[in-house]
């Protein structure tokens, strides 16, 4: 619930005097009116859910931010809502012809905003002694003022918020600098971790053949003019694109040379680990170690792998790297090499708070705080990068550079204004000023979700799909 700390609530000798002493500024911004004045202060629907839970057809509901919202299709009007408010908050209104309550808060915070004396506390925030101390007051004083309920039928709401600043993460990592884009790594890699992004099918100087060659007679598949060339026909059958053969008794290319634009890679972020069914594969000190020998082939590993890395083979399924080290060994660059990568909590002005990190978290452990545009982990995230991977303004780390953006084709987005009530939240939020009171304009809108994430009443529904970036 929304919790005022009744010292700040229009505590100037002044609002004694205001023409406007029996209307708050809260009151005037909140869009389900369920802000009333006791002895001058201001108090809010305890969002206890009475009201949900008695309602005959299930048209009170809780949102994901503590409040509860009506859907004003299901409801008939019945008032019971009314009736069972413990603080008689609820009144039944009629708009065009349809009866239906308000009073319930939907958790939007536009009063914590709108106070000019910063009395308002939002129960989202983690609560600190101070604050609870505040909400045992609040509690106290406004039963004592109605009467109805004695403070030990409220039920004890904890919120805790439990971050962790820093994380470790060991994988290999390429220095995009230093790469040439041969893809050496990627054909002698044992485990096949790592992958262009898109396959090209051309003769990319990775130089087997002249790592095989007995003689040294052939470079990034060109025969030398001083070669001597035994026709042995190691550099044919090593080389990963099929791009040499012989003809008239001479090695031939006969492919196009062409450089391979990026990579991707395992990360070692253990998410395959953690949901393998059958126990094929484990983490051991950061090394993904696989035992096809148990393996089911069932390909949970293969859809959650946010780099898209694994892949069935038949007998086997590959990917997930053992750090063996092959790769930078082989890297005529030096490009890669293994190190740490740490992640932090983190706190970007670019960020837009659209909550898409959070939305594709597979192990939800991401809140993002809008007002500071800062980003939490909790303690369970394993630094996965899926995040990174959907960021629309690529803020968060992202080891491989692998992304996918919003098949604009085949997703859409709407407004139910059934559930609306104009509360402007996501008016204020979109980075594009796509969306007016729900009103959407869809040649603006990049389907970030900033605003139905934001929606308190579930009033807009967005359905995505995704693509790799090219």
């Not at 299901?74 to 209104?93: E, H, L, S």
């Not at 994988?171 to 090209?200: A, F, H, M, Q, W």
């Not at 909550?355 to 995230?381: H, L, M, Q, R, W």
């Not at 939240?425 to 009103?439: M, S, V, Y």
Request: proline fraction near 4%; hydrophobic fraction near 30%.
């Amino acid at each position: 619930m929304i919790i005022t700390i009744l010292e700040k609530c229009r505590s100037e000798e002044k609002c004694e005097a205001c023409p406007f002493k029996t209307k708050s500024k809260c009151m005037e911004v909140c869009p389900t009116d369920a802000i009333m004045l006791l002895d001058n202060k201001a108090f809010s629907c305890i969002t206890c859910g009475t009201c949900a839970r008695e309602c005959p057809n299930n048209a009170i509901r809780k949102n994901e931010f503590g409040g509860y919202y009506v859907d004003r299709k299901r409801c008939t009007g019945c008032g019971i809502c009314a009736n069972v408010c413990p603080i008689g908050i609820i009144k039944m209104v009629e708009k065009e012809g349809k009866k239906f309550p308000m009073g319930i808060c939907i958790m939007c915070d536009l009063c914590v905003e709108a106070c000019p004396y910063n009395a308002r506390v939002s129960g989202i925030e983690c609560i600190d002694l101070k604050r609870t101390a505040y909400a045992e007051k609040y509690a106290t004083r406004i039963f004592n003022i109605i009467k109805i309920i004695k403070k030990e039928e409220i039920e004890e709401i904890n919120v805790e918020c439990e971050t962790k600043n820093k994380k470790v993460r060991v994988s290999i990592k390429i220095d995009k600098e230093k790469c040439i884009g041969c893809g050496k790594c990627s054909y002698l890699c044992p485990r096949e971790t790592i992958i262009p992004n898109k396959d090209v099918d051309a003769c990319t100087f990775c130089n087997i053949c002249g790592d095989v060659c007995p003689n040294n007679a052939i470079e990034n598949g060109i025969i030398k003019e001083d070669g001597n060339c035994v026709l042995c026909l190691k550099c044919i059958n090593s080389c990963p694109k099929d791009a040499l053969k012989v003809e008239n008794f001479k090695v031939v290319k006969i492919k196009e040379d062409k450089r391979i634009n990026s990579l991707r890679h395992c990360i070692n972020c253990g998410l395959c680990v953690d949901n393998c069914p059958s126990g094929a594969l484990k983490n051991e000190n950061g090394k993904i170690l696989y035992d096809a020998s148990i393996c089911w082939k069932c390909n949970k590993c293969v859809d959650v792998c946010p780099q898209n890395v694994r892949i069935n083979r038949g007998d086997y399924i590959s990917g997930g790297c053992s750090l063996c080290g092959i790769c930078i060994d082989v890297c005529p660059e030096k490009a890669i090499k293994i190190e740490e990568i740490e992640w932090e909590n983190i706190k970007d002005g670019n960020c837009i708070t659209c909550g898409t990190c959070a939305n594709v978290c597979p192990n939800d452990t991401i809140t993002v705080k809008i007002n500071s545009k800062e980003i939490i982990f909790n303690n369970n995230c394993i630094m996965c990068e899926t995040c990174s991977i959907y960021c629309p303004r690529d803020i968060l780390p992202n080891t491989t550079g692998y992304k996918k953006v919003v098949d604009r084709e085949n997703s859409f987005i709407r407004t139910d204004f059934a559930f609306c009530t104009r509360c402007g939240l996501c008016t204020k939020i979109c980075p594009n000023d796509a969306i007016k009171d729900g009103e959407i304009d869809i040649e603006k809108c990049e389907f970030c979700s900033a605003c139905a994430n934001i929606c308190p009443t579930h009033a807009i529904y967005i359905y995505r799909t995704w693509v790799e970036k090219e």
